[in-house]
């Protein structure tokens, strides 16, 4: 299958983008672990362009999602868009990607670029980031005791879901995730938490029981000093007026 793969973005290459350097093939089908619905990821890197973008649409039936940069909106890209976020998306695609039609030093140039920023790590969060997010997930958690309803409950424990694996990661000065690529990246840092991460959700859903996503939420924020909602305070900018 992934031989096929390459085959199409070469393709991809030659009639879509015909003066690109390279193609970073990357996602979920180069780490074997695409479904029957998932996509191409693809990075296109051109040696100039007057700005990036992304485009998506389908070749041969298969759906593509193509972030297309030039050398220097790719560093722009990790250093000032994906890193605040906590989330390396850019740059781990590119690290991860197989290189099409070859790798040269040109490749090897940018992959040394988002290895650099993955190494980097993300912006350590500083002590109201934490209190914050402590806030947050302490009244997620304080409306999931009692919901008025299973509605509710399966709402706000959505919402709870990434909150918590992102607090559980950046507290610890980690790269986040997002979305679908939760359970893996929590796997990866500690397979004993995920574990019991993901069946204290699935227990939600299954059972109508949120016990254990209450006492995961409890075991994450007592690194940080607990639930927070007592004293917790934040300003916002003096800018922030209309005369």
Not at 6 to 35: C, D, H, K, M, N
Not at 153 to 176: C, E, F, G, K
Not at 194 to 215: G, L, M, P, T, W
Request: contains cysteine; charged residues 25%; hydrophobic residues 40%.
């Amino acid at each position: 299958m992934l031989d096929k793969l390459i085959s199409i973005t070469s393709e991809i290459y030659s009639t879509q983008y015909p003066g690109a350097e390279v193609i970073f093939l990357a996602g979920s089908v180069v780490r074997g672990e695409s479904t029957s619905t998932s996509d191409l990821d693809l990075v296109v890197v051109f040696k100039h362009l007057s700005c990036a973008y992304r485009e998506s649409y389908f070749y041969k039936n298969w759906p593509i999602e193509a972030f297309v940069h030039d050398p220097q909106t790719l560093n722009y890209f990790f250093r000032c868009v994906d890193r605040p976020t906590g989330v390396p998306s850019l740059a781990r695609m590119v690290a991860e990607g197989i290189e099409v039609p070859v790798a040269n030093e040109f490749t090897h140039i940018l992959k040394q670029l988002a290895h650099s920023s993955l190494q980097d790590g993300p912006p350590k969060w500083s002590q109201q980031d934490v209190d914050n997010s402590r806030y947050g997930i302490s009244d997620l958690v304080e409306d999931i005791r009692d919901p008025r309803s299973v509605a509710e409950m399966y709402a706000i424990t959505t919402v709870l879901y990434p909150a918590l694996a992102d607090h559980y990661l950046r507290s610890q000065n980690l790269w986040s995730a997002k979305g679908k690529a939760i359970p893996g990246r929590l796997h990866t840092v500690n397979t004993d938490f995920a574990k019991r991460f993901v069946d204290s959700f699935e227990r939600v859903f299954a059972e109508n029981r949120a016990e254990q996503v209450i006492a995961i939420a409890a075991e994450v924020l007592d690194a940080d000093g607990g639930f927070l909602f007592e004293g917790h305070r934040l300003e916002a900018p003096q800018s922030w007026r209309i005369e």
